[in-house]
Protein backbone atom coordinates (compact mmCIF):
# COMPACT_ATOMS: atom_id res chain seq x y z
CA UNK A 1 0.00 0.00 0.00
CA UNK A 2 0.99 3.60 0.16
CA UNK A 3 3.09 4.90 -2.82
CA UNK A 4 3.79 7.96 -4.78
CA UNK A 5 0.54 10.14 -3.55
CA UNK A 6 0.69 9.00 -0.41
CA UNK A 7 4.33 9.81 -0.02
CA UNK A 8 3.13 13.77 -1.36
CA UNK A 9 0.00 13.55 1.17
CA UNK A 10 2.09 12.62 4.18
CA UNK A 11 4.28 15.37 3.56
CA UNK A 12 1.66 18.09 2.77
CA UNK A 13 0.34 17.02 6.27
CA UNK A 14 3.04 17.55 7.81
CA UNK A 15 4.32 20.81 6.20
CA UNK A 16 0.99 22.32 7.15
CA UNK A 17 1.15 20.82 10.54
CA UNK A 18 4.76 22.45 11.42
CA UNK A 19 3.91 25.79 11.10
CA UNK A 20 0.88 25.76 13.08
CA UNK A 21 2.63 24.57 16.35
CA UNK A 22 3.54 27.26 18.43
CA UNK A 23 0.23 27.85 18.24
CA UNK A 24 -0.67 24.33 19.59
CA UNK A 25 0.12 26.41 22.91
CA UNK A 26 -2.99 29.03 22.55
CA UNK A 27 -4.87 25.63 22.76
CA UNK A 28 -3.28 24.14 26.01
CA UNK A 29 -3.81 27.43 27.93
CA UNK A 30 -7.76 27.56 26.71
CA UNK A 31 -7.74 30.72 24.41
CA UNK A 32 -10.28 29.02 22.29
CA UNK A 33 -12.99 31.55 20.70
CA UNK A 34 -15.27 29.49 22.67
CA UNK A 35 -17.62 29.93 19.32
CA UNK A 36 -19.90 26.98 18.20
CA UNK A 37 -20.36 28.48 14.53
CA UNK A 38 -23.71 28.86 12.81
CA UNK A 39 -26.16 26.17 12.37
CA UNK A 40 -25.52 24.83 8.82
CA UNK A 41 -28.92 23.96 7.18
CA UNK A 42 -29.84 21.98 3.66
CA UNK A 43 -30.39 24.00 0.05
CA UNK A 44 -31.46 22.60 -2.75
CA UNK A 45 -29.28 24.72 -4.30
CA UNK A 46 -26.27 23.94 -3.33
CA UNK A 47 -24.85 21.54 -6.23
CA UNK A 48 -25.30 25.02 -8.22
CA UNK A 49 -22.05 26.36 -6.12
CA UNK A 50 -19.79 23.19 -7.49
CA UNK A 51 -20.76 23.09 -11.31
CA UNK A 52 -17.18 25.11 -12.16
CA UNK A 53 -18.86 27.81 -14.01
CA UNK A 54 -19.63 29.58 -10.53
CA UNK A 55 -16.33 31.95 -10.44
CA UNK A 56 -17.72 34.68 -8.00
CA UNK A 57 -16.46 35.10 -4.30
CA UNK A 58 -19.05 32.87 -2.26
CA UNK A 59 -20.54 34.70 0.95
CA UNK A 60 -21.65 33.52 4.08
CA UNK A 61 -24.91 31.97 3.07
CA UNK A 62 -24.01 30.26 -0.01
CA UNK A 63 -20.32 28.28 1.97
CA UNK A 64 -23.10 27.33 4.70
CA UNK A 65 -24.77 25.77 1.69
CA UNK A 66 -21.69 24.06 0.50
CA UNK A 67 -20.61 23.28 4.09
CA UNK A 68 -23.62 21.01 4.09
CA UNK A 69 -23.97 19.52 1.22
CA UNK A 70 -20.06 18.46 1.71
CA UNK A 71 -21.06 17.24 5.03
CA UNK A 72 -24.21 15.05 4.20
CA UNK A 73 -23.60 14.06 0.60
CA UNK A 74 -22.00 10.85 -0.05
CA UNK A 75 -21.18 11.16 -3.84
CA UNK A 76 -17.53 11.76 -4.53
CA UNK A 77 -18.03 13.83 -7.21
CA UNK A 78 -19.78 16.12 -5.22
CA UNK A 79 -17.46 15.82 -2.30
CA UNK A 80 -14.78 17.02 -4.75
CA UNK A 81 -16.04 19.36 -6.30
CA UNK A 82 -17.24 21.20 -3.17
CA UNK A 83 -13.64 20.79 -1.59
CA UNK A 84 -12.19 22.14 -4.77
CA UNK A 85 -14.73 25.40 -4.48
CA UNK A 86 -14.14 25.77 -0.75
CA UNK A 87 -10.84 25.65 -0.94
CA UNK A 88 -10.61 28.61 -3.86
CA UNK A 89 -13.13 30.45 -1.15
CA UNK A 90 -10.57 29.64 1.18
CA UNK A 91 -7.83 31.33 -0.52
CA UNK A 92 -9.33 34.62 0.63
CA UNK A 93 -8.47 36.06 3.85
CA UNK A 94 -12.60 36.59 4.81
CA UNK A 95 -13.14 33.28 3.84
CA UNK A 96 -10.88 31.82 5.88
CA UNK A 97 -12.70 33.54 9.15
CA UNK A 98 -16.38 32.80 7.87
CA UNK A 99 -15.62 28.87 7.34
CA UNK A 100 -14.04 28.78 10.35
CA UNK A 101 -16.81 29.90 12.55
CA UNK A 102 -19.38 28.00 10.27
CA UNK A 103 -17.57 25.05 11.40
CA UNK A 104 -15.78 23.90 8.63
CA UNK A 105 -12.71 23.06 9.30
CA UNK A 106 -13.31 19.77 10.97
CA UNK A 107 -15.86 19.03 7.94
CA UNK A 108 -13.24 19.51 5.33
CA UNK A 109 -10.65 18.40 7.73
CA UNK A 110 -12.93 14.67 7.71
CA UNK A 111 -12.37 14.21 4.20
CA UNK A 112 -8.22 13.33 4.67
CA UNK A 113 -9.37 10.07 5.88
CA UNK A 114 -11.25 9.66 2.25
CA UNK A 115 -10.27 6.44 0.86
CA UNK A 116 -10.10 8.21 -2.36
CA UNK A 117 -7.01 9.67 -3.53
CA UNK A 118 -8.30 12.49 -5.44
CA UNK A 119 -10.98 13.45 -2.51
CA UNK A 120 -7.92 13.34 0.24
CA UNK A 121 -5.88 15.65 -1.81
CA UNK A 122 -8.47 18.52 -2.12
CA UNK A 123 -9.20 18.41 1.33
CA UNK A 124 -5.56 18.78 2.15
CA UNK A 125 -5.53 21.41 -0.20
CA UNK A 126 -8.49 23.66 1.47
CA UNK A 127 -6.71 22.93 4.63
CA UNK A 128 -3.90 24.41 3.34
CA UNK A 129 -5.61 27.75 2.06
CA UNK A 130 -7.03 27.91 5.65
CA UNK A 131 -4.50 27.46 7.37
CA UNK A 132 -3.07 30.87 6.53
CA UNK A 133 -4.63 32.32 9.32
CA UNK A 134 -3.67 32.05 12.36
CA UNK A 135 -6.76 31.36 14.24
CA UNK A 136 -7.36 28.70 12.09
CA UNK A 137 -3.99 26.59 12.33
CA UNK A 138 -4.75 25.14 15.80
CA UNK A 139 -7.73 23.44 14.87
CA UNK A 140 -6.06 22.28 11.63
CA UNK A 141 -2.87 20.86 13.53
CA UNK A 142 -5.64 18.45 15.17
CA UNK A 143 -6.94 17.32 11.65
CA UNK A 144 -3.79 16.77 10.14
CA UNK A 145 -2.23 14.87 13.32
CA UNK A 146 -5.44 12.03 13.25
CA UNK A 147 -4.27 11.53 9.33
CA UNK A 148 -0.86 10.94 10.19
CA UNK A 149 -1.71 9.03 13.28
CA UNK A 150 -3.94 6.75 10.65
CA UNK A 151 -1.00 6.20 8.29
CA UNK A 152 1.51 6.00 11.02
CA UNK A 153 -0.62 2.12 12.07
CA UNK A 154 -0.04 1.01 8.58
CA UNK A 155 4.16 -0.56 8.59
CA UNK A 156 4.32 0.32 5.13
CA UNK A 157 4.20 3.43 5.67
CA UNK A 158 7.00 3.74 7.89
CA UNK A 159 9.66 4.83 6.34
CA UNK A 160 7.58 7.42 4.28
CA UNK A 161 6.70 9.44 7.41
CA UNK A 162 9.99 9.27 8.57
CA UNK A 163 11.53 10.20 6.05
CA UNK A 164 9.59 13.26 5.42
CA UNK A 165 11.04 17.02 5.84
CA UNK A 166 9.47 18.42 8.76
CA UNK A 167 10.43 21.61 10.39
CA UNK A 168 12.09 21.75 13.70
CA UNK A 169 8.92 23.44 15.72
CA UNK A 170 7.48 19.99 15.22
CA UNK A 171 9.34 18.90 18.20
CA UNK A 172 7.47 21.42 20.15
CA UNK A 173 3.94 19.21 20.10
CA UNK A 174 5.64 16.77 23.20
CA UNK A 175 5.98 19.92 24.87
CA UNK A 176 4.15 19.43 28.63
CA UNK A 177 2.33 22.13 28.00
CA UNK A 178 0.31 21.34 24.78
CA UNK A 179 -3.43 20.18 25.18
CA UNK A 180 -4.20 16.73 26.24
CA UNK A 181 -5.52 15.98 23.10
CA UNK A 182 -2.93 17.01 20.94
CA UNK A 183 -0.30 15.37 23.22
CA UNK A 184 -2.03 11.72 23.16
CA UNK A 185 -1.62 11.87 19.24
CA UNK A 186 2.03 12.93 18.79
CA UNK A 187 2.76 9.91 21.81
CA UNK A 188 0.57 7.32 19.49
CA UNK A 189 2.35 8.61 16.78
CA UNK A 190 5.81 7.86 18.35
CA UNK A 191 4.42 4.61 19.56
CA UNK A 192 3.43 3.44 16.53
CA UNK A 193 6.30 4.24 14.23
CA UNK A 194 8.43 2.69 17.07
CA UNK A 195 6.52 -0.82 17.14
CA UNK A 196 6.68 -0.50 13.30
CA UNK A 197 10.64 -0.16 13.53
CA UNK A 198 10.74 -2.90 16.66
CA UNK A 199 8.90 -5.31 14.18
CA UNK A 200 11.37 -4.74 11.50
CA UNK A 201 9.37 -3.13 9.04
CA UNK A 202 12.33 -1.78 6.96
CA UNK A 203 13.66 -4.35 4.83
CA UNK A 204 16.99 -2.23 4.82
CA UNK A 205 18.43 0.32 7.00
CA UNK A 206 17.45 3.65 5.19
CA UNK A 207 19.71 7.02 5.73
CA UNK A 208 17.32 9.17 6.32
CA UNK A 209 18.11 13.23 5.70
CA UNK A 210 19.09 15.45 8.15
CA UNK A 211 15.43 17.80 8.75
CA UNK A 212 13.59 14.26 8.38
CA UNK A 213 10.73 13.29 11.24
CA UNK A 214 13.25 10.49 11.97
CA UNK A 215 16.15 13.29 12.94
CA UNK A 216 13.31 15.07 15.11
CA UNK A 217 11.88 11.92 16.91
CA UNK A 218 15.08 10.13 17.69
CA UNK A 219 17.42 13.66 18.97
CA UNK A 220 18.05 14.44 21.50
CA UNK A 221 15.38 17.36 22.31
CA UNK A 222 12.88 14.83 21.60
CA UNK A 223 14.30 12.19 23.81
CA UNK A 224 14.33 15.30 26.75
CA UNK A 225 10.89 15.96 26.12
CA UNK A 226 9.18 12.69 26.33
CA UNK A 227 11.16 12.08 29.49
CA UNK A 228 9.45 14.83 31.28
CA UNK A 229 6.39 13.65 30.20
CA UNK A 230 7.00 11.00 31.80
CA UNK A 231 6.24 12.96 35.12
CA UNK A 232 3.67 14.53 33.40
CA UNK A 233 0.28 15.49 35.48
CA UNK A 234 -2.01 13.60 33.57
CA UNK A 235 -2.07 9.80 33.82
CA UNK A 236 -3.11 9.34 30.57
CA UNK A 237 0.00 10.64 29.04
CA UNK A 238 2.59 9.31 31.69
CA UNK A 239 1.30 5.98 30.46
CA UNK A 240 1.59 6.51 27.00
CA UNK A 241 4.91 7.71 27.37
CA UNK A 242 6.13 4.26 29.89
CA UNK A 243 4.62 1.91 26.76
CA UNK A 244 7.67 3.72 24.49
CA UNK A 245 10.54 1.31 25.14
CA UNK A 246 13.24 3.99 23.55
CA UNK A 247 12.26 6.62 26.13
Not at 45 to 71: F, H, I, M, P
Not at 206 to 220: C, D, I, Q, R, W
Request: contains cysteine.
Amino acid sequence: MGGARDVGWVAAGLVLGAGACYYIYKLARGRRRGARGLRLRPSRSAEDLTNGSYDDVLNVDQLQKLLYLLESTDDPVIIERALVTLGNNAAFSANQVIIRELGGIPIIGSKINNPNHSIKEKALNALNNLSVNVENQVKIKVQVLKLLVNLSENPAMTEVLLGAQVDSSFVSLYDGHVAKEILLRVLTLSQNINNCLEKGSLAVQPTFPKGSLFFLLYGEECAQKMRALAKHHDADVKEKVTVIPRF
